[in-house]
């Protein structure tokens, strides 16, 4: 599967972005998805996680609230609407496949990152 994140840019605190992650080469539609950022000199961290069927969804803290994951398994395309943005959310966004439906099975394919850039 091949994973192209989209919809990063650069917005003022208060805003709203709208990532999308669109794949190809096979479906997602069994696996969950997850979208994760690192911002310079941190590691990599989960943002959102949604199992395959959307039933089950998970958010870090810090977004929590702010961050809602979706996704549509006929467009094979998983979102990530980022409201209220803090410059603290400042990062290149990748998206993830799951091993899995279960957002806790790990991940396995990712895709290249977006960024969003939050100005204070």
């Known amino acids: 599967v091949q994973l192209q994140a989209s919809g990063g840019g650069l917005v003022q605190t208060g805003g709203s972005l709208r990532l999308s992650c669109a794949a190809s080469?096979?479906?997602?539609?069994?696996?969950?998805m997850g979208w994760f950022r690192q911002a310079p000199g941190k590691e990599r961290d989960i943002v959102a996680a949604?199992?395959?069927?959307?039933?089950?969804?998970r958010y870090a803290e810090s977004v929590k609230g702010r961050f809602t994951i979706s996704r549509d398994n006929a467009k094979n395309t998983v979102y990530l609407q980022m409201n209220n943005l803090k410059p603290e959310d400042t990062a290149v966004y990748y998206c993830?496949?799951?091993?899995?439906?279960?957002?806790?099975?790990?991940?396995?394919?990712w895709g290249q990152g977006t960024q969003v850039t939050v100005s204070s």
């Open positions: 949604i199992s395959w069927g959307g039933r089950n969804t």
């Open positions: 080469g096979s479906t997602i539609s069994t696996y969950a």
């Open positions: 993830a496949q799951g091993r899995t439906g279960s957002v806790a099975s790990g991940w396995d394919y």
